[in-house]
């Protein structure tokens, strides 16, 4: 069985990058990452399916220990992707998703250079000005905040491997899809397949 | 209009590759090259159409004005990719397939770096004997030579960017589009699209 790839998807805010991923994942050949955060469960999230809680000892245990592929502090709280759990589930030939900003595709790169990373841009510009306007709920000095952070996402992107678009949902899946599978074609993870058909055509030969 | 992608695709004698090249042309999006040839025209064989037919003067003096992509010799005659067929064929935005040699290929990347090498691979060792023997026209010699010649080409898989496999030919050829839909969206190809939105959206932020 060829194992499964890591994937490193990101985007701004306001991109779609949720519903991309939630499409994704009804392929069982794909699963989402499962993070472990210091923070309290909320109503409803059970551990070991929305996220692993655990104390904040704990978790900076695990970092010490290099057991977390990368990790962040949002509010006071740590979140941060498990390296067991990812290895784990790729090993079951499955290509694990990580929704992470950049530091953490940063982070994960350096542990694990073959992780694949994707940025998620929108199709045309204005789409995001148009998405947080739309919800109708923010003043204009936060509708502008908003819009700088996710231009400011958006000026990252060239840090990743690949660049799809957001325009039609089916075809960002399709594409983000085309490009898992192009990887496992990559040269160098073929290597080993052609190696072992050359040494058996080989004995072939000198028969 | 995007621009199409020069296709290099290459595999061993009996691999099945004119057969995928066959299918992947039937789709609009891909073209096949047409090379130009010294050798005098079979019949059937329609100028434009399997070769541009020329003469050794004319042949040579493409070659030093580098308006050959790549060329070689065979049984004392020439064949080669004329540049200029291929750039218009990409600047229509179809995808064109080269079906060269390893050392075509070498060429051809010195010359469009940006071109994609696929090679193509049996899904399994004993195939192209099999295929070999299948024809029932050959001594066991000749057998041997050519697959001889087989596992040398396979040997050279690892020069190639990509290497794909035909077991199934469908899931080859989709593996191929895989590929180059892949290829548009490596980041290196999406930054103008990138500054494109990002100047845009600027622009809305500073109202």
């Given at each position: 069985m060829n194992k499964g790839k890591v994937i490193l998807i990101s985007g701004p805010s306001g991109v779609g990058k949720g519903t991309v991923v939630k499409e994704i994942i009804k392929d069982e050949n794909y699963a989402l990452s499962v993070s472990v955060t210091t923070r309290l469960p909320r109503e409803g999230e059970i551990d070991g399916v929305n996220y692993f809680f655990t104390t904040k000892e704990d978790f900076l245990h695990r970092v010490e220990n290099n057991l977390m592929l990368e990790h962040a502090v949002y509010n006071n709280q740590f979140y941060g992707t498990p390296k067991d759990y990812v290895e784990q589930t790729v090993a079951q030939g499955k290509n694990i998703i990580l929704e992470i900003e950049v530091q953490g595709v940063e982070q994960v790169k350096k542990l694990m250079p073959e992780a694949v990373s994707i940025f998620i841009m929108p199709d045309k510009a204005g789409v995001i000005e148009h998405r947080l306007r739309k919800?109708?709920?923010?003043d204009e000095q936060t509708i502008q905040n908003r819009l700088h952070i996710a231009i400011g996402e958006m000026k990252?992107?060239?840090?990743?491997?690949y660049i799809v678009i957001n325009g039609e949902l089916e075809k960002c899946i399709c594409d983000i899809k085309s490009v898992i599978n192009a990887e496992r074609y990559k040269k160098e993870n073929m290597l080993d397949f052609v190696k072992g058909v050359l040494e058996n055509d080989e004995k072939t030969l000198c028969q």
């Open positions: 919800r109708n709920t923010e990252q992107a060239h840090k990743y491997d």
